[in-house]
């Protein structure tokens, strides 16, 4: 299949289903919105065929991620009420809204790169990767989700709300969290970002990483506010991973918290068409 011949399209639909607005298929694409969003609306991207790479802007106060695609539609139900807290305020307000797609080319495919960063992820089957997902959220409260570890927000001074929102493990010494790449990449380095809002928090002092191919590195983390990397003995081919197994420092504090994880390495089969 050609470049050429593949395209995608942007769709904004409401909470039935009914298409709201379109545009025209092409390899690049964009919308314009011109109403406020109400709840149950949804922003959706069409490809000709599932395993293609695209950039995606769904907001245009948010900046752009390259996704991997398996399905023929994906999309992003739009925040609200307790949903809307882990984004900007600017996020998905007033009546004009960017919406813009476009095809990835094969030099951005094979760059090494954060391979977990996702600001769009969501709860639930995506259809588009990474995608974060954990076995506990702290109270199933929006600024405790897994996804808050994987959208490029770093601050971490403090917990809750926009731009604080974290990964919270709900005091479970069982917690883990899960990184599904929805294909094989080659990841060479790791870096977790520990919430750091002292003495509220707590932090852990040692992690497992437990990889799909079923290798498994233990990382000894301090108390730092500052990304702590982790260069692998040698680069793991896989499609996910875990992290699992925290310990918690000693300490008053029972919330220790994680605000991103990075992934850092390559595609697995650069080859793959994107075409």
């Known amino acids: 299949m050609s470049a050429v011949s593949e395209t995608i399209k942007l769709k904004v639909l409401d909470a039935s289903g009914h298409t709201l607005l379109t545009c025209a298929a092409g390899q690049r694409v964009s919308v314009v919105h ?8 949804r922003i959706a991207l069409e490809v000709n065929n599932p395993g293609r790479y695209c950039w995606i802007q769904f907001e245009d106060t948010m900046p752009e991620a390259l996704v991997y695609i398996r399905k023929r539609e994906i999309g992003l139900r739009i925040p609200f009420a307790e949903q809307a807290i882990t984004y900007s305020p600017k996020s998905f307000s007033g009546s004009r809204h960017v919406i813009r797609a476009r095809l990835a080319t094969p030099e951005e495919i094979a760059a090494r790169r954060n391979l977990a960063f996702n600001p769009y992820d969501q709860h639930g089957d995506t259809g588009f990767y990474p995608h974060a997902s954990a076995n506990v959220e702290t109270r199933g409260e ?23 929102q974290s990964w919270g493990i709900n005091r479970d010494p069982n917690a883990a969290l899960t990184l599904d790449f929805g294909r094989p990449v080659t990841i060479d380095e790791l870096r977790l ?18 990889f799909s191919d079923g ?14 990397s982790f260069v692998l003995d040698e680069p793991r081919t896989v499609t996910s991973l ?13 919330f220790p918290a994680l605000t991103q994880i990075e992934a850092w390495g390559v ?8 075409a």
């Open 34 to 41: 011109t109403a406020a969003y109400n709840p149950g609306d």
């Open 215 to 228: 290798t498994r590195t233990v990382l000894s983390l301090t108390n730092s506010p500052l990304p702590q």
């Open 193 to 210: 970002t520990l919430r750091a809002d002292y003495p509220h928090d707590n932090y852990w002092t040692r992690a497992t990483v437990e």
């Open 267 to 274: 595609e697995a089969a650069p080859e793959q068409e994107n």
């Open 242 to 254: 875990v992290l699992k197994e925290l310990i918690q420092a000693e300490g008053p504090s029972p």
């Open 142 to 164: 929006a600024v405790f989700a897994a996804r808050n570890a994987i959208d490029g927000v770093f601050e971490n001074s403090s917990h809750g709300e926009y731009p604080y």
